[in-house]
Every structure is written in C-alpha cells, then in structure tokens.
C-alpha cells in the first residue's frame, strides 16, 4: 500500500485504476466511510440521548420545552418512580438482575459442560445430538413459551421464579459457542497428557480445559445475560404477580396503564432510562478487555 | 486417534456424564412442551349438554379441524400478511445496512472506529420492550423532537402510528435493534480474509470500491447467509414490538402479528388448541422458508462456484 501511495494521484477524470487515491487530506483520513460510520451512530445514539434528556423533564417540561433541552426533574422523577406502588420498579430491576445473572451463570456451566464434550471427544451419537441441540434456536418461543406454561401450570411452578429461570439454561447458541471455544482453544495433546498422568476426566475438566475456556465462557455469560434480561414473552406468559416481574414486563404494564394517562409519561421514561443504564455501563466496562468480535464465534488461534 | 486403545476407563461414559444437564433440561423444555404443543394441536373440548357440571367438558380427538380451521382463519392469514411485508423492510434494510457498516469499518483510514462500531452496536444491550417505548415516544407528537422540527418548518406531519407508516415505523425499531449485532457478525468475517488477497488486488490496481464488490462482499457470502437465515426467522416471529406499541395507538390490534394472535388464543379467549395448531403452523412456516431460503442460497452459491 505505502508504494502506491508515493505516485501522485491524477484527479479522477483518469480511467487507469491508480485513480483511487485522493489528494492529500483524502489519504489521512477515509472521509465517505468515517462519516457513513458517525451518520450510523448517530442514527443508533439518537433515542438513548432523547431518553438520557427526556428523564431530566418534569411532566410539564416534557410537552412544553423542545426535546433536546434538558430539563430540571430528574430527582423529582428518581423519587417518584421509587415512590411509584412502594419501590416495585427497584424490585422489577432486583429481579432482573437475579432471573439474568442466575439464569446466565447456569447456562454457562452447562454450555461449558456440554460445549467440552462434544468439542473433545468422539463418542457415537455425538453429532446426532449436537443438531438436535441446535434445532432448538430454530424453535419460535411461543410454540415453547405457551406448552411450558401449560405443563408448568400442572407442576403447579407458574408465577414463580422457578417458572422463568428454568426454561432459559439451556440455550442451543451457548453450547454452539462452548463448543466452538472448547474446539480451538483445548489442545487434544494437553488432554491426553493429563490421561497419562492419571487425572480423571473430572479433574482434566476442571483443572485444565476449563481455565483455557474462561474467555469463551465470558462471551457466553454475557450473551446469554443479555438474553434474558431482555426477554419478555416468556415472564410475560409466565408471571401474573408483580412483585416477580422482570424490569421488562414491570415497564410494559407501567406503559400500559401510562398510556391514557400523560401524567404517567415521566415515570415511564426515567424507568425506561434507569433500564437502559446497566446494560450499556457493563458493555462499556466490559469491551475494554473483551472483544465484540467472540460474539460472533470467531476465534483466534 | 492412535490414542483410543490407551483410553483409561471413564473416558467412555464421561461425554455422556458431561452432556446430562444439557440432555435433561432439553427434554423437559424443549422436546416434552414441542410434543405437548402437537398433542394438543389434534384435542378439542366436547361440550356436552349446557357444558356445566363434571363430565360436560371433555377433551376428545380433533383430527386435523384445528389446522384446517387455523388456516382459514382470516385473522391469522391477515397477521401473517403484515409480517411478511414487514419482513420484506426488515431484512433487507437491515442487512444492507448492517453490510454497509462492516464495509466502512473494514475500509482503509477510517476514523473513529472504536467509538462508531461500539455505538452502532448499543442497540444490541437494550431489550426490545424498551426500545419499542423509546422509538414510540418519538413517534408521538407531544414529545417528539421531529414533531418539533416539521411544525417549526411548517411541514405536514404524518401520523407514524397507523396504516402505511406503521409499517415504516414498527420495521425502524427492528432495523434500530438488529443492525449492530449483524454488522459485527459481517465485519468479523471480513477481518478473516487474508492480507495477501487485497496485496494481489492492490497489484493489480483495483479500487477500494472493486475490492469491496468483487472480493469482500463474495468473500463473506456465508456469513451474509447465516445473518440473513437468523433476521428471517426473527422476523417472522416478531411479538414485543408491536406489542409494546399497542398501548400508544388503536392501530395495533391484539392479533397483529401470527405471534400475538398465537398468545390472544391461548390467554385470551382461552381456546388452547386453536393456540396450539397455530403456532405449530408457524414454527413449519418459519422453517419451511428460512430452510428454503438456505438451499436456493446454497444453490446459487454452487453455480456460482462451478461458473
């Protein structure tokens, strides 16, 4: 690249292919992509904005003032919303954070288990049950969500939070990623090495893969974290008292009954700010050691 | 494996050891709630007599009448119509863009990228409910800033949340949500294509524009298949959204989407055999086209080879 770069550029009237490097400024600095890119950002950053300004209007400020002034009622919000039916919004965000972070670091023990086996060893049925698992991201969730909730309901589990943690372990992309880790980042020699020593599947599992797994495990903790804090279908079928709502489902009624009444309207945005608060601070915390790239299963030998 | 006659005893049973948690929550909410779906698709109440007292109400076979009654079912074709015409915004639009965007940030001295691809890629961490409520309160006249800007113009202002623009608005909310995720799948592809592929085309003189057409865009053809195989089966299935939009305008009924409808059967009007066979018409449906849609894909990427 830099040998061309020597060669001025003739302007592009030219119709040899050397014509694609601009004048001087040009080189420095690709202009089409780098502003394509900021227009795609500022398209993606233009509601979180809007809800971050939004959330700082008192009720009156939100119909009157333009809408990218930023008011003077955040704390008045904050207290209403805490006061909004006792707390329940804290409880809402306190259970998604359980349903999330409990749901996520059992599915990732189990994607890790099942992510190992089927990376490392060759047993008969292996890929049977690899597509089998994988079938299961083809399933819509409603022709899950509706049977579960019926046979559940013969369990007598509905309307707990049994009801929503269950059914979201096991998730078909997680074990696709553990395996896909598991495949590139344990080496068979290290393995058999440990079998030569006498360690027991268990404690070759433990002691050896799975330290070499922990950023593949990290990736699938996060994706499956997001996942079920943003799901909604399922506690929404599931769920009929408040108090074990995610913070989606709490916001949606919240919504629901906001919606006649404008009054309403700043709770439902501080709450849908306050929501939208955690997941972007752990992604900005956590890209700082962890590369977006692994979301999409791509490893780097 | 020159190695299988050493295996010490435990290496048989371990994998199926490790693989019990997955195998048993897989049967209990994968497999028994898809079977219970079927079974309940083909049962129907027997009402007998007034339909009060013990006995009046029996379940009974139904053969296929829930299916054929599921696909004559005007409601439900009707759901199926606006999600087929929302999908044909959805994916396209968001995979041209999602496509567009790892191009831009795969391309030569571009500026910024740390801060645009995480920024374009946010929408990924914020549940659908909430950024169905964000883009709803944008779209409604007493808060929006758009609003704002057309009146100040003096421009007409479009009511977003009925008829066509619905469409338009409901499909942006999607297209908000999913372009990120698609991008970084896209532009992790396009940085495994190796260097000396673009030196050859550098050599040869080709511009940034030939190589974004003629090697990259060829070059991640899987990926592009697999993101457009996922959108399509996302799309299909689509049930926060409109659903979230509801309480905001009269123009979303609660049979919307084939999804909604599935839900108002089952919850609704309580009748959870229709429910059944229609949502196991749906998951055939879903399967039926993102499978088709894979095998032309491949096909074409046959000839395309064999040219």
Redesign the interface.
Known sequence: MSSLAVRKAEPAAGTTPGAAQGPPLRRRIALVPTLTLLIGALYTLLPVAWVVIASTKSGEELFSTFTFLPGSGFVDNLKDLSAYRDGVYWQWMGNSAFYAGCGALLSTVVSAFSGYALAIYRFRGRETMFNVLLAGVLMPPVILAVPQYLLLAQADLTDSYLSVLLPQILSPYGVYLARIYAQAAVPADVVEAGRMDGASEWRIFSRVALPMMVPGMVTVFLFQFVAIWNNFLLPYIMLSDDEKFPITLGLYTLLEQGANTPALYTLVITGAFLAVFPLIALFLVIQRFWSLDLLSGAVKS | ?T?AR???Y???G??????I???V??LV??A???G??IW?SFRKVHVSGLGLGKGAREEVWAGLSNYTAALHDSELLHGALRVLGYGCIVVPVMLG?AL??A???D???????P?????????????????A???G??YLP????FY?VLDKLGLPQPDLLSGGPLYAALSNIAV?GG???NM??I???L??IPAEVYEAA?L?????RQVALKIKIPMVAP?LVLTFFFSI?AT??V??EP??LK??TNSVSTTWSP?MK??RD??GTND?YA??AQ??I??LA??LL?FGFLRAANRRQKQEAAR
Do not use: C, E, H
């Open positions: 494996m190695s050493r295996k010490p435990g290496v048989k371990a994998p199926y050891a490790f693989l948690p997955a195998t929550l897989f909410f994968f028994l709630p898809i219970y779906a309940l863009l567009l965007f191009l831009m940030l391309s030569d001295k571009v500026r910024f990228t801060f645009t691809r995480l920024a374009i890629f946010l929408p990924y961490a914020i549940p659908g409910v909430v950024a409520m964000l883009w309160f944008l007493d808060v929006s800033p704002y908000w372009t990120g995720f970084i799948v532009y992790t592809a940085q495994a550098k040869d003189g080709a511009t940034p990926s089966i299909l299935q049930y926060n659903t979230t309480p905001l999804l599935v839900y089952a919850f959870i429910a059944a949502a196991v749906i998951a879903t399967l993102s």
